[in-house]
């Protein structure tokens, strides 16, 4: 189909798994660490943010090192995973979700942080005289109003993800069908002969997923704005 | 006083400022009066329990919201105090409509048309219920603002300059509304205000605030003093 081969198209799923799971794993996360650097103040705060925003400034493949000393099987985390629940991650396409969203986790938290920064705490007080606690004011007024950053969150994790090569390929290397995406696809191609053609083509692909998310998320978070203003 | 509603006896520190306030309020509508700057607004927000004090003890009716000897300090959610505040503050992204609803929504209340239906009424606002805020006028606003607080069925109104925003046009608007809310539905107010002209109209006690004290509790002679704003 359109001229890409079966392993093409295993990549292209692969990508796109990785990517939309990685998302939405980190989703839930992202808005409460959001939530708690916008709205508290607490000893070691700055400590969370740096963490956070580390793999935002860390050599990716230090990022992708880290994960595989405490997520392989024989790391700390990895170990316990595998003993207690059978999960592994090391080498597998859950690993590259885990590699992915930690490098998206920053780029989300950032997004969704302004965004609730930008809402107006009184109407927060609000909700509460109106006899709504702590969480329904979060799932009423916070979150609605946040929305827009919300999604422009989910976008760059979620772009940031489909793109991610040097953690993901040192923490789960670059296994064709398992953890070989796009980016890790086109860099094998590139090092075979006569792999550019194909390497073109999976590169085109890249460029329409990524325009398609932006647009995708433009016309969500201009539908979330108009709501605001009403009609 | 016998009989009263709500009693007071706070402190609280703002940075530079210090608040020690201590009265008591009855049913009616108790003005909280003084100028810009006294802690008019900052009691109001200690009784709603948006800010807590430092010591001292908040009682409503028999419960006690507020008492730093027991520790007891019960959230501004779990109060049922009305809050009608200057801006309104209604929520934008909700119509009128889902802005009068939200405190029978948030409290679990079974939906009581009749009394929506009455509120909506007094307020005149039955025109504006699919409109979101943003398309209101100021006078408009505060009369949802009001029925948003009333329809949550509080036990205390709390008003803070609720016309300061209008000019007086607005404010011939709406004072009738919050005149009829005193004497029709009988919901007890603390009506924060630094305007004497305004109080006249609708205060039937007064606690007179200046610098963080009360530095009087009678009736409506003591809006005449020339400290006011």
Redesign the interface.
């Given at each position: 189909m359109f001229g890409l081969t079966p392993d093409e198209w295993t990549a292209i799923e692969l990508s796109l798994r990785i990517a939309i799971v990685a998302t939405i794993v980190a989703l839930p996360f992202g808005l409460a660490i959001a939530w708690v650097l916008a709205r508290k103040e607490f000893w070691g705060k700055s400590i969370v943010d740096g963490v956070v925003h580390l793999p935002l400034v860390l050599p990716p493949v230090v990022t992708g090192y880290l994960l595989l000393i405490w997520f392989g099987r024989k790391g700390p985390i990895g170990a316990f995973l595998e003993h207690t629940f059978g999960i592994v991650l090391a080498f597998r396409w859950t690993g590259a979700v885990l590699s992915c969203g930690v490098m998206g986790f920053p780029l989300m938290v950032r997004a969704v942080r302004l965004a609730i920064e930008a809402i107006?705490r009184?109407?927060e007080?609000?909700?509460?005289?109106?006899?709504?606690?702590r969480v329904?004011?979060f799932a009423?007024?916070t979150l609605?109003?946040a929305l827009p950053g919300v999604i422009a969150g989910m976008v760059l994790c979620f772009a940031k993800a489909l793109g991610e090569f040097g953690a993901t390929i040192t923490f789960v290397s670059n296994i064709p069908g398992e953890t070989q995406t796009i980016s890790a696809a086109i860099y094998t191609l590139t090092n075979v002969p006569g792999g550019d053609a194909a390497a073109g083509r999976l590169v085109l692909v890249a460029i329409v997923i990524s325009l398609t998310a932006l647009i995708v998320s433009e016309w969500f978070a201009r539908r979330a704005g108009l709501?605001?203003?009403?009609? | 006083m016998v009989n009263s509603l709500l009693s007071l006896d706070v402190e609280k520190r703002l940075g530079e400022f210090q608040l020690a306030a201590k009265f008591e309020a009855a049913g009616g509508a108790t003005a909280l009066f003084g100028p810009s700057g006294a802690g008019k607004s900052t009691i109001a927000n200690l009784v709603a329990g948006l800010i807590r004090p430092d010591r001292g003890r908040i009682m409503l009716d028999d419960t006690v919201l507020f008492d730093a000897a027991t520790r007891i300090d019960v959230p501004p959610h779990k109060r049922r105090i009305g809050y009608v505040f200057q801006e309104g503050r209604l929520f934008p992204h909700m119509s009128v409509r889902r802005n009068l609803d939200y405190g029978r929504r948030m409290s679990g209340h079974l939906r009581d048309d009749a009394e929506a239906g009455r509120v909506v009424a007094m307020l005149d606002i039955g025109h504006l219920l699919d409109r979101r805020p943003g398309k209101l006028s100021g006078g408009e606003r505060q009369r949802v603002a009001i029925g948003r607080a009333l329809l949550m069925q509080p036990r205390l109104l709390l008003l803070d300059e609720p016309l300061a925003s209008l000019d007086a046009d607005r404010k011939d608007e709406i004072l009738p509304y919050l005149l009829r809310l005193r004497d029709e539905a009988k919901v007890p107010m603390l009506y924060v205000s630094h305007s004497p002209a305004e109080l006249k109209r609708v205060a039937t006690a007064v606690v007179r605030i200046a610098r963080g004290q009360v530095a009087a509790q009678g009736g409506l002679e003591l809006l005449a003093t020339n400290d006011s704003a």
């Open positions: 107006d009184r109407l007080d609000a909700a509460a005289t109106l006899g709504a606690g329904w004011v009423t007024v609605p109003l709501r605001f203003h009403g009609e | -």
